[in-house]
C-alpha cells in the first residue's frame, strides 16, 4: 500500500491539507489533484467515516487513494465534481496559478474544467507577485518534432529546457515531453495563456488563470492563510 507520500510531516503542508479536508461533505464527488499537499489531503480524507469519490490527476494520486479506500471515478461525460483540491507552484494576488511542477498539469486542468468550485490547497512560499517570479513555466508538448514545437515555443518563451528524469526526458502520464520555459517579467499572463494555445505540438501549458475561487496556504507556524477570488 502506498503510505505516507506526503512526508516529512510539514506545518504548512498539514495545515492547509487539513483546512481543505474540512471543505469535504458526505455525498460530494471530489476531483483530487497532485503534489505533496494533495497526498496529505488524501491521507487525511481516507480516514474519514464516510464513503468517498474522486477523480484523481495522477497514477499515483489514483494509487494512494485507491489503497485508502476513496472510489476512483472516471471522467466518463456522465459526471460533474462538486469540488477539486489541488496544490500549486506559484500563486499570484488574483489566484493566477503556476502548476505542472509535478508533470500532470494537463490532467489536473481536465479534472479542474470538469468541477464546479476549484480550491488551491499549498502554502505561503507558493505566493508570488508576478507569475514565473520563482520557478518555469511547464509546456506539455507532443514527442513527434518537439524540437520544432521548441523552435516555434521560443518566439514566445526564448528559454525552453527539456525536462528529463533518470537519464532520459521526463513522460508524462499520457506519454507527453515537458518544456519547462523561463517568464520574461514583460509577458502577459493572459496573453500568454492564449498564444500558447495557437502553437501546433502544444498539448497544454501550466498557467491556470480565473479558474480558482480561493487558495488555502499553509504558514510555517501551522496556520492558514485565506486568499479569495
Given at each position: ?28 464527488l ?91 490547497v ?24 518537439w ?19 533518470n ?27 492564449l ?7 502544444v498539448?497544454e ?9 480561493r ?15
Open positions: 500500500m502506498l503510505r505516507s507520500v506526503g512526508d516529512p510531516s510539514d506545518p504548512a503542508r498539514d495545515a492547509a491539507a487539513a483546512a481543505a479536508a474540512d471543505l469535504v461533505e458526505p455525498g460530494m471530489i476531483g483530487l489533484g497532485s503534489g505533496r499537499a494533495v497526498w496529505k489531503l488524501t491521507e487525511l480524507l481516507g480516514g474519514r467515516d464516510f464513503q468517498l469519490r474522486a477523480a484523481t490527476a495522477s497514477n499515483r494520486t489514483a494509487e494512494l487513494a485507491g489503497s485508502l479506500g476513496i472510489e476512483i471515478v472516471e471522467l466518463d461525460g456522465s459526471v460533474e465534481l462538486d469540488l477539486v483540491l489541488d496544490g500549486a507552484d506559484e500563486v499570484a494576488p488574483d489566484l493566477g496559478l503556476i502548476k505542472g511542477g509535478g508533470g500532470a498539469l494537463l490532467r489536473e486542468k481536465i479534472v479542474v474544467c470538469a468541477a464546479r468550485r476549484f480550491v488551491v499549498a502554502e505561503t512560499p507558493k505566493k508570488v507577485q508576478r507569475l514565473g517570479e520563482q520557478m518555469r513555466l511547464p509546456v506539455e508538448v507532443t514527442r513527434f518534432a524540437r520544432d514545437t521548441r523552435r516555434r515555443l521560443g518566439r514566445l518563451l526564448p528559454d525552453a529546457r527539456l525536462r528529463e528524469s537519464g532520459g526526458p521526463y513522460l508524462t502520464d499520457e506519454g507527453h515531453y515537458i518544456l519547462d520555459c523561463v517568464v520574461p517579467p514583460e509577458v502577459e499572463a493572459a496573453e500568454l495563456d498564444a500558447l494555445k495557437r502553437i501546433a505540438g498539448v501549458h501550466g498557467l491556470f488563470l480565473g479558474m480558482a475561487e487558495a488555502l496556504l499553509g504558514t510555517p507556524e501551522g496556520e492558514v492563510e485565506v486568499l479569495s477570488a
